[in-house]
């Protein structure tokens, strides 16, 4: 099965990121911890309707000892703080789980030891235009009877890796809904609220200027790479690296969602 589409990864596929995802199972102590690595773990396709894409994850065993992985499709989505819910088979908007397939879902690697995941992603035929999404998700799982009591009362390591489906030409539709300052813990943070109003995801991308009564710029902070899913809303906070004094600030966001134009909001903020 040939590439079909464009195939942009984000993620080197020898830079494996040491993540683990932690699952704690009835709540208890952990007792046993594997580590294993996948990369990438974001990838975007473009593709069209009744096309095929075929490409690979990369898997690595970083522990001491042997582990078993298992991989499947799940389907996910974000609450407004960026949070992703990892739903399994319960529906959700713009979901492209039942498209991909994995291949071998079941696999054991020994210390050290890297190996080939093929997934291929077959796009229907009436698919509408559109962003679609699903994860692909990689859990060790218990090799013994032991293990499994073990792993009962400690922890299951978990890395989803975000696949992202884009069909046809479909333009990110978005809007900056609000920019506010927020203190928790002494801290402050400028809380920037985006609407997606389209049918593609976008990541956010652009900076945030906050100048004073004066005029004077006292903080330029970058926006945070991060998505906002078709037809949702969400939220990013920002810390000052430094608190701002009580008075009128003016602050100026200038956001680039993919489009031609920026999306800019200008607000003044009261510190007290």
Not at 184 to 189: L, V, Y
Not at 205 to 224: F, H
Not at 244 to 260: M, S, T
């Given at each position: 099965?040939?590439?079909?589409?464009?195939l942009?990864k984000?993620?080197?596929?020898?830079?494996?990121?040491?993540?683990?995802?932690?699952?704690?199972?009835?709540?208890?102590?952990?007792?046993?911890?594997?580590?294993?690595?996948?990369?990438?773990?974001?990838?975007?396709?473009?593709?069209?309707?009744?096309?095929?894409?075929?490409?690979?994850?990369?898997?690595?065993?970083?522990?001491?000892?042997?582990v078993?992985?298992?991989?499947?499709v799940?389907?996910?989505?974000?609450?407004?703080?960026?949070?992703?819910?990892?739903?399994?088979?319960?529906?959700?908007?713009?979901?492209?789980?039942?498209?991909?397939?994995?291949?071998?879902?079941?696999?054991?690697?020994?210390?050290?030891?890297?190996?080939?995941?093929?997934?291929?992603?077959?796009?229907?035929?009436?698919?509408?235009?559109?962003?679609?999404?699903?994860?692909?998700?990689?859990?060790?799982?218990?090799?013994?009877?032991?293990?499994?009591?073990?792993?009962?009362?400690?922890?299951?390591?978990?890395?989803?890796a975000?696949?992202?489906v884009?069909?046809?030409?479909?333009?990110?539709?978005?809007?900056?809904?609000?920019?506010?300052?927020?203190?928790?813990?002494?801290?402050?943070?400028?809380?920037?609220k985006?609407?997606?109003?389209?049918?593609?995801?976008?990541?956010?991308?652009?900076?945030?200027?906050?100048?004073?009564?004066?005029?004077?710029?006292?903080?330029?902070?970058?926006?945070?790479?991060e998505?906002?899913?078709?037809?949702?809303?969400?939220?990013?906070?920002?810390?000052?690296?430094?608190k701002?004094?009580?008075?009128?600030?003016?602050?100026?966001?200038?956001?680039?969602?993919?489009?031609?134009e920026l999306?800019?909001?200008?607000?003044?903020?009261?510190?007290?």
């Open positions: 099965m040939g590439g079909v589409g464009s942009r984000l993620k080197s596929k020898r830079a494996f990121r040491l993540a683990l995802i932690l699952i704690p199972l009835l709540g208890l102590s952990l007792k046993a911890q594997i580590y294993f690595g996948i990369t990438p773990i974001r990838v975007e396709l473009k593709a069209k309707p009744g096309s095929q894409i075929t490409d690979i994850f990369y898997v690595r065993n970083n522990s001491s000892q042997p078993r992985i298992r991989v499947y799940e389907n996910w989505k974000m609450q407004d703080d960026g949070t992703p819910l990892f739903i399994g088979q319960q529906p959700t908007s713009y979901s492209c789980r039942d498209w991909i397939k994995v291949n071998p879902p079941d696999f054991r690697l020994k210390p050290g030891e890297i190996r080939t995941i093929r997934f291929t992603v077959s796009v229907p035929q009436e698919s509408e235009p559109a962003g679609y999404h699903a994860a692909v998700s990689f859990e060790n799982v218990p090799e013994s009877p032991a293990e499994t009591k073990q792993s009962r009362v400690g922890l299951i390591g978990k890395i989803a975000a696949v992202y884009v069909i046809g030409n479909v333009q990110p539709e978005g809007s900056i809904e609000d920019i506010s300052l927020e203190t928790k813990d002494e801290q402050q943070f400028i809380k920037l985006i609407r997606n109003q389209g049918k593609t995801h976008f990541r956010l991308k652009g900076e945030i200027d906050l100048k004073s009564s004066e005029g004077k710029k006292v903080a330029s902070l970058p926006i945070p790479d998505p906002v899913l078709p037809e949702s809303k969400r939220f990013v906070l920002i810390q000052l690296k430094e701002l004094a009580a008075g009128n600030y003016e602050a100026e966001v200038k956001l680039d969602i993919g489009r031609e999306l800019v909001m200008v607000k003044e903020i009261l510190v007290k």
